[in-house]
Nanobody, 125 residues
């Protein structure tokens, strides 16, 4: 059974940092591009960052460039998102996702086969 489980969410103040992790089970992530998405209350889900199968290419949403870093460890079957200089507008439920198409698109959410249940990030001012 394929499963993605996120962890690391929590509450921080503006300017703080959090590190999210996503652990996959039931399959190996090495053949999948992996991404983080987020959804704030009342808003559509949006792409945050995506990383290629070999980890050598990444794409970030403009809103997080320079503050967030996506990384993966194929040997450990894990995906991480280091979030620095957090802002209240980063408050959202964060989801990891896997694409068998190895897409690097953050807009084509239909290209992602598997999704986690999410972890909440709350940034207070």
């Amino acid at each position: 059974q394929v499963q993605l489980v996120e962890s690391g969410g929590g509450s921080v103040q503006t300017g703080g940092s959090l590190r999210l992790s996503c652990t996959a089970s039931g399959y190996t992530i090495r053949f999948y591009s992996m991404a983080w998405f987020r959804q704030a209350p009342g808003k559509e889900r949006e792409g945050v960052a995506v990383i290629a199968t070999n980890g050598r290419s990444t794409v970030y949403a403009d809103s997080v460039k320079g503050r967030f870093t996506i990384s993966r460890d194929n040997a450990k079957n894990t995906l991480d998102l280091q979030m620095n200089s957090l802002k209240p507008e980063d408050t959202a439920m964060y989801y990891c996702a896997a694409s068998s198409r190895a897409t690097l698109s953050l807009s084509r959410q239909y290209a992602y086969n598997y999704w986690g249940q999410g972890t909440q990030v709350t940034v207070s001012s």
